[in-house]
Protein backbone atom coordinates (compact mmCIF):
# COMPACT_ATOMS: atom_id res chain seq x y z
CA UNK A 1 0.00 0.00 0.00
CA UNK A 2 2.57 2.73 -0.93
CA UNK A 3 -0.17 5.59 -2.87
CA UNK A 4 -0.53 8.61 -1.44
CA UNK A 5 -3.20 11.06 -0.97
CA UNK A 6 -3.30 13.76 -3.72
CA UNK A 7 -5.02 17.03 -4.53
CA UNK A 8 -7.56 15.28 -6.43
CA UNK A 9 -8.71 13.22 -3.74
CA UNK A 10 -11.00 15.86 -2.62
CA UNK A 11 -12.34 17.73 -5.69
CA UNK A 12 -15.74 15.67 -5.36
CA UNK A 13 -15.14 13.55 -8.60
CA UNK A 14 -14.30 10.00 -9.11
CA UNK A 15 -10.52 9.97 -6.81
CA UNK A 16 -12.71 11.29 -4.21
CA UNK A 17 -15.71 9.08 -4.20
CA UNK A 18 -12.84 5.89 -4.37
CA UNK A 19 -10.94 7.59 -1.07
CA UNK A 20 -14.78 7.53 0.71
CA UNK A 21 -14.91 3.66 -0.35
CA UNK A 22 -11.97 3.19 0.82
CA UNK A 23 -12.81 4.83 4.58
CA UNK A 24 -15.89 3.03 4.58
CA UNK A 25 -14.51 -0.36 3.60
CA UNK A 26 -11.82 -0.13 6.82
CA UNK A 27 -14.43 1.00 9.07
CA UNK A 28 -16.66 -2.16 8.48
CA UNK A 29 -19.26 -2.96 10.81
CA UNK A 30 -18.84 0.15 12.98
CA UNK A 31 -20.18 2.61 10.10
CA UNK A 32 -23.95 2.70 9.75
CA UNK A 33 -24.12 5.50 6.98
CA UNK A 34 -25.86 5.10 3.62
CA UNK A 35 -23.78 8.09 1.97
CA UNK A 36 -26.45 10.58 1.77
CA UNK A 37 -25.81 14.09 3.08
CA UNK A 38 -27.32 13.62 6.00
CA UNK A 39 -27.66 10.19 8.98
CA UNK A 40 -31.06 9.14 9.22
CA UNK A 41 -31.16 7.72 12.81
CA UNK A 42 -34.00 6.65 15.33
CA UNK A 43 -35.42 8.37 17.98
CA UNK A 44 -33.13 8.02 21.40
CA UNK A 45 -35.13 7.56 24.46
CA UNK A 46 -33.85 10.37 27.14
CA UNK A 47 -32.54 13.75 26.85
CA UNK A 48 -29.12 13.92 24.56
CA UNK A 49 -25.71 14.68 25.24
CA UNK A 50 -23.43 16.42 22.40
CA UNK A 51 -19.57 17.29 22.23
CA UNK A 52 -17.23 17.83 19.16
CA UNK A 53 -13.41 17.99 19.14
CA UNK A 54 -10.96 18.50 16.62
CA UNK A 55 -7.68 16.09 16.71
CA UNK A 56 -4.38 17.57 15.66
CA UNK A 57 -1.70 15.23 17.51
CA UNK A 58 2.02 15.79 16.96
CA UNK A 59 3.05 12.93 16.07
CA UNK A 60 0.14 11.90 14.77
CA UNK A 61 1.34 8.24 14.80
CA UNK A 62 3.69 7.02 17.70
CA UNK A 63 4.33 4.09 19.86
CA UNK A 64 0.90 2.05 20.96
CA UNK A 65 -1.67 4.58 19.28
CA UNK A 66 -2.47 7.14 17.04
CA UNK A 67 -4.70 10.32 16.21
CA UNK A 68 -7.38 7.72 14.96
CA UNK A 69 -7.74 6.41 18.66
CA UNK A 70 -7.28 9.77 20.51
CA UNK A 71 -9.88 10.73 18.42
CA UNK A 72 -12.87 7.84 19.20
CA UNK A 73 -11.45 8.00 23.07
CA UNK A 74 -11.81 11.86 22.93
CA UNK A 75 -15.20 12.09 22.68
CA UNK A 76 -16.82 8.81 23.94
CA UNK A 77 -15.02 9.58 27.56
CA UNK A 78 -16.64 13.65 26.85
CA UNK A 79 -19.75 11.67 26.75
CA UNK A 80 -19.48 9.32 29.46
CA UNK A 81 -18.05 11.58 32.03
CA UNK A 82 -21.04 13.80 31.77
CA UNK A 83 -23.07 10.78 32.68
CA UNK A 84 -24.00 9.67 29.29
CA UNK A 85 -24.25 6.94 27.10
CA UNK A 86 -22.10 6.99 23.93
CA UNK A 87 -24.37 5.89 20.82
CA UNK A 88 -23.10 7.71 17.60
CA UNK A 89 -20.02 9.45 16.47
CA UNK A 90 -19.09 11.37 12.79
CA UNK A 91 -15.83 11.55 11.50
CA UNK A 92 -14.08 14.21 9.62
CA UNK A 93 -11.23 14.39 8.47
CA UNK A 94 -8.49 16.93 6.80
CA UNK A 95 -5.29 14.95 4.92
CA UNK A 96 -2.76 16.31 3.75
CA UNK A 97 -1.43 16.00 0.04
CA UNK A 98 1.29 13.60 0.59
CA UNK A 99 -0.05 11.36 3.16
CA UNK A 100 0.77 7.72 2.75
CA UNK A 101 -2.08 5.92 2.71
CA UNK A 102 -1.16 3.31 4.84
CA UNK A 103 -0.66 5.64 7.67
CA UNK A 104 -4.74 6.91 6.89
CA UNK A 105 -5.11 2.83 6.93
CA UNK A 106 -3.99 2.65 10.16
CA UNK A 107 -5.96 5.68 11.91
CA UNK A 108 -8.60 4.21 10.62
CA UNK A 109 -8.41 0.91 11.87
CA UNK A 110 -8.02 3.00 15.04
CA UNK A 111 -10.93 4.33 15.01
CA UNK A 112 -12.92 1.10 14.19
CA UNK A 113 -11.24 -1.02 16.92
CA UNK A 114 -11.98 1.77 19.63
CA UNK A 115 -15.20 2.55 18.25
CA UNK A 116 -15.96 -1.61 18.57
CA UNK A 117 -14.90 -1.32 21.97
CA UNK A 118 -16.67 1.52 22.95
CA UNK A 119 -19.93 0.26 21.44
CA UNK A 120 -20.47 3.45 19.49
CA UNK A 121 -21.45 3.89 15.73
CA UNK A 122 -20.26 6.28 12.97
CA UNK A 123 -22.85 7.62 10.74
CA UNK A 124 -21.63 10.24 9.22
CA UNK A 125 -17.85 12.03 8.06
CA UNK A 126 -16.41 14.01 5.69
CA UNK A 127 -12.87 14.21 4.00
CA UNK A 128 -11.03 17.28 2.72
CA UNK A 129 -7.65 17.61 1.20
CA UNK A 130 -5.29 20.67 1.72
CA UNK A 131 -1.68 20.90 -0.38
CA UNK A 132 1.67 19.86 0.99
CA UNK A 133 2.93 21.40 4.22
CA UNK A 134 -1.00 22.54 4.90
CA UNK A 135 -0.97 20.29 7.84
CA UNK A 136 -0.13 18.18 9.45
CA UNK A 137 -0.45 15.09 7.84
CA UNK A 138 -3.91 14.36 9.21
CA UNK A 139 -6.36 16.16 11.39
CA UNK A 140 -9.60 14.25 12.41
CA UNK A 141 -12.89 15.91 14.03
CA UNK A 142 -15.51 13.97 16.12
CA UNK A 143 -19.31 14.77 17.02
CA UNK A 144 -20.92 12.46 19.18
CA UNK A 145 -24.03 12.25 20.60
CA UNK A 146 -25.21 10.18 23.67
CA UNK A 147 -28.29 9.72 25.50
CA UNK A 148 -29.00 10.01 29.20
CA UNK A 149 -30.86 6.80 31.16
CA UNK A 150 -29.84 8.68 34.55
CA UNK A 151 -29.47 12.18 35.74
CA UNK A 152 -26.43 14.16 33.82
CA UNK A 153 -22.89 14.86 36.40
CA UNK A 154 -22.33 17.90 36.83
CA UNK A 155 -19.59 20.46 38.84
CA UNK A 156 -22.33 21.83 40.99
CA UNK A 157 -23.15 18.62 42.84
CA UNK A 158 -19.66 17.80 44.02
CA UNK A 159 -19.61 19.21 47.96
CA UNK A 160 -17.59 19.25 50.74
CA UNK A 161 -16.16 16.27 52.48
CA UNK A 162 -16.05 14.77 49.00
CA UNK A 163 -13.26 12.67 47.91
CA UNK A 164 -10.95 13.10 44.84
CA UNK A 165 -10.21 9.56 42.99
CA UNK A 166 -8.19 8.94 39.61
CA UNK A 167 -8.41 5.98 38.11
CA UNK A 168 -4.57 5.54 37.35
CA UNK A 169 -1.06 7.84 36.52
CA UNK A 170 -0.74 10.95 35.32
CA UNK A 171 1.29 11.63 33.00
CA UNK A 172 2.28 8.98 30.74
CA UNK A 173 0.68 10.02 27.41
CA UNK A 174 2.72 13.44 27.20
CA UNK A 175 6.09 11.69 28.32
CA UNK A 176 5.35 9.03 25.34
CA UNK A 177 4.64 11.45 22.79
CA UNK A 178 7.29 13.95 24.06
CA UNK A 179 9.81 10.98 23.96
CA UNK A 180 8.74 9.71 20.21
CA UNK A 181 8.84 13.34 18.91
CA UNK A 182 12.02 14.16 20.61
CA UNK A 183 13.81 10.45 20.57
CA UNK A 184 14.48 10.38 24.24
CA UNK A 185 14.17 6.67 24.62
CA UNK A 186 11.28 6.71 27.02
CA UNK A 187 8.52 5.56 24.68
CA UNK A 188 8.95 1.62 24.94
CA UNK A 189 8.79 2.04 29.09
CA UNK A 190 5.94 4.94 29.26
CA UNK A 191 3.08 3.91 27.47
CA UNK A 192 0.29 6.32 26.47
CA UNK A 193 -2.80 5.60 28.80
CA UNK A 194 -5.17 6.52 26.25
CA UNK A 195 -8.58 4.10 26.12
CA UNK A 196 -12.64 4.58 25.88
CA UNK A 197 -13.59 4.74 29.59
CA UNK A 198 -17.40 4.18 28.90
CA UNK A 199 -16.93 0.65 30.23
CA UNK A 200 -15.02 1.35 33.30
CA UNK A 201 -17.29 4.17 33.75
CA UNK A 202 -20.49 1.59 33.12
CA UNK A 203 -18.91 -0.75 35.91
CA UNK A 204 -18.32 2.09 38.97
CA UNK A 205 -22.69 3.14 38.38
CA UNK A 206 -23.60 -0.14 38.22
CA UNK A 207 -21.81 -0.83 41.66
CA UNK A 208 -23.15 2.17 43.97
CA UNK A 209 -25.93 4.33 44.27
CA UNK A 210 -26.55 6.94 41.69
CA UNK A 211 -25.63 9.44 44.06
CA UNK A 212 -22.40 8.13 45.22
CA UNK A 213 -20.70 9.98 42.00
CA UNK A 214 -21.00 13.45 42.37
CA UNK A 215 -18.95 14.56 38.67
CA UNK A 216 -16.42 13.01 36.81
CA UNK A 217 -13.91 14.67 34.55
CA UNK A 218 -11.54 12.96 31.97
CA UNK A 219 -8.12 14.84 32.39
CA UNK A 220 -6.81 15.46 29.18
CA UNK A 221 -5.06 18.54 28.28
CA UNK A 222 -4.22 21.19 31.13
CA UNK A 223 -3.70 17.91 32.89
CA UNK A 224 -4.94 17.32 36.41
CA UNK A 225 -3.47 21.03 37.38
CA UNK A 226 -6.58 22.41 35.20
CA UNK A 227 -9.11 19.44 36.52
CA UNK A 228 -8.27 20.98 40.06
CA UNK A 229 -8.88 24.10 39.57
CA UNK A 230 -11.83 23.90 37.34
CA UNK A 231 -13.92 22.42 40.13
CA UNK A 232 -12.64 24.74 43.05
CA UNK A 233 -13.86 27.14 40.80
CA UNK A 234 -17.08 25.59 40.37
CA UNK A 235 -17.64 24.83 43.80
CA UNK A 236 -16.39 27.75 45.62
CA UNK A 237 -14.05 25.48 48.03
CA UNK A 238 -10.21 24.40 48.07
CA UNK A 239 -9.79 20.94 47.09
CA UNK A 240 -6.57 19.76 48.66
CA UNK A 241 -4.51 17.32 47.52
CA UNK A 242 -1.85 14.60 49.03
CA UNK A 243 1.24 14.96 47.07
CA UNK A 244 2.29 11.30 48.09
CA UNK A 245 -0.52 9.93 46.93
CA UNK A 246 -0.37 10.81 43.00
CA UNK A 247 -0.12 8.47 40.85
CA UNK A 248 2.75 9.12 38.85
CA UNK A 249 5.54 5.90 37.77
CA UNK A 250 8.97 6.17 38.41
CA UNK A 251 9.90 6.57 34.74
CA UNK A 252 7.38 9.39 33.95
CA UNK A 253 8.30 11.28 37.22
CA UNK A 254 12.18 10.92 35.98
CA UNK A 255 11.37 11.76 32.51
CA UNK A 256 9.36 15.09 33.31
CA UNK A 257 12.16 15.94 35.89
CA UNK A 258 14.74 15.98 33.29
CA UNK A 259 12.29 17.78 31.09
CA UNK A 260 11.19 20.37 33.29
CA UNK A 261 7.74 19.37 33.69
CA UNK A 262 5.44 18.32 36.26
CA UNK A 263 3.21 15.60 35.75
CA UNK A 264 0.35 17.39 37.36
CA UNK A 265 0.54 19.96 34.01
CA UNK A 266 1.05 16.46 31.98
CA UNK A 267 -2.32 15.50 28.80
CA UNK A 268 -3.43 12.52 29.57
CA UNK A 269 -5.82 10.55 27.19
CA UNK A 270 -7.24 7.66 29.80
CA UNK A 271 -7.29 9.00 33.20
CA UNK A 272 -10.29 9.78 34.98
CA UNK A 273 -10.95 11.99 37.85
CA UNK A 274 -13.78 11.57 40.00
CA UNK A 275 -15.66 12.65 42.69
CA UNK A 276 -17.25 10.50 45.10
CA UNK A 277 -19.46 10.98 48.51
CA UNK A 278 -16.86 10.02 51.51
CA UNK A 279 -18.78 6.76 52.84
CA UNK A 280 -18.86 5.01 49.16
CA UNK A 281 -15.21 6.03 48.22
CA UNK A 282 -13.71 2.39 49.01
CA UNK A 283 -16.55 0.64 46.87
CA UNK A 284 -15.31 3.25 44.05
CA UNK A 285 -12.35 2.37 44.47
CA UNK A 286 -12.44 -1.10 44.55
CA UNK A 287 -14.46 -1.39 41.47
CA UNK A 288 -12.35 1.04 39.45
CA UNK A 289 -9.44 -1.60 40.53
CA UNK A 290 -11.05 -4.39 39.24
CA UNK A 291 -10.94 -2.83 35.54
CA UNK A 292 -8.09 -3.05 32.97
CA UNK A 293 -8.16 0.67 32.79
CA UNK A 294 -7.98 1.50 36.59
CA UNK A 295 -5.74 -0.78 38.15
CA UNK A 296 -3.75 2.27 39.54
CA UNK A 297 -6.30 4.12 41.13
CA UNK A 298 -6.12 5.78 44.12
CA UNK A 299 -7.81 8.40 46.40
CA UNK A 300 -5.81 11.28 45.83
CA UNK A 301 -7.37 14.35 48.02
CA UNK A 302 -11.13 16.02 49.10
CA UNK A 303 -12.92 19.15 48.61
CA UNK A 304 -12.33 21.33 52.01
CA UNK A 305 -14.57 23.76 53.82
CA UNK A 306 -12.10 26.51 53.27
CA UNK A 307 -14.45 28.62 51.17
CA UNK A 308 -11.72 29.98 48.27
CA UNK A 309 -11.74 28.61 45.32
CA UNK A 310 -7.71 27.28 45.40
CA UNK A 311 -6.05 23.85 44.63
CA UNK A 312 -3.85 22.88 48.03
CA UNK A 313 -1.28 20.19 47.90
CA UNK A 314 0.29 18.75 51.19
CA UNK A 315 3.77 17.76 50.55
CA UNK A 316 5.71 15.00 51.56
CA UNK A 317 6.61 16.69 54.79
CA UNK A 318 3.04 17.83 55.43
CA UNK A 319 3.57 21.32 55.00
CA UNK A 320 0.63 22.46 52.75
CA UNK A 321 1.00 25.01 49.80
CA UNK A 322 -1.37 26.84 46.80
CA UNK A 323 -1.09 25.20 43.47
CA UNK A 324 -0.95 28.00 40.92
CA UNK A 325 -3.42 27.46 37.58
CA UNK A 326 -0.86 27.82 34.60
CA UNK A 327 -1.89 31.05 32.69
CA UNK A 328 -0.22 29.43 29.44
CA UNK A 329 1.68 26.84 28.16
CA UNK A 330 4.52 24.77 30.14
CA UNK A 331 4.44 22.19 27.34
CA UNK A 332 4.82 22.18 23.29
CA UNK A 333 1.35 21.27 21.98
CA UNK A 334 0.90 17.78 21.42
CA UNK A 335 -2.76 17.64 20.68
Given at each position: ????????????????????E?????????????????A????????????????????????N???G??????T????????????????????????????????????????R???????????????????????????????????????????????????G????????????????????????????????????????P???????????????????????????????????????????????????????N??????????????H???????????????????????????????????????V???????????????
Open positions: MDQQIVLDHGTGARLSRELVFVVEVLADVYLGEMEDSILPPLDGALAMTTDSFVVDPPFFGGDIKIAVCGVNDLAVAGAQPRYLTLAMILESGLPLAQLHRALESVRDTAEAGIKIVAGDTKVVGAGEADGIFLNTTGVGVFTSPPKRMKDVTVGDKILLSPIGDHTIHLLSVREGLGFESNVLSDCAPLNGMIDAVRGAVESAVRSMRDVTRGGLNAVLHEYASAVGHALRVEEEALPISFETAMAADMLGINPICANEGCLALFVAPEADDVLRTLRAHPYGKGAVVIGEVTERPDPVVELTGKDGRSEVEELQGAELPRLC
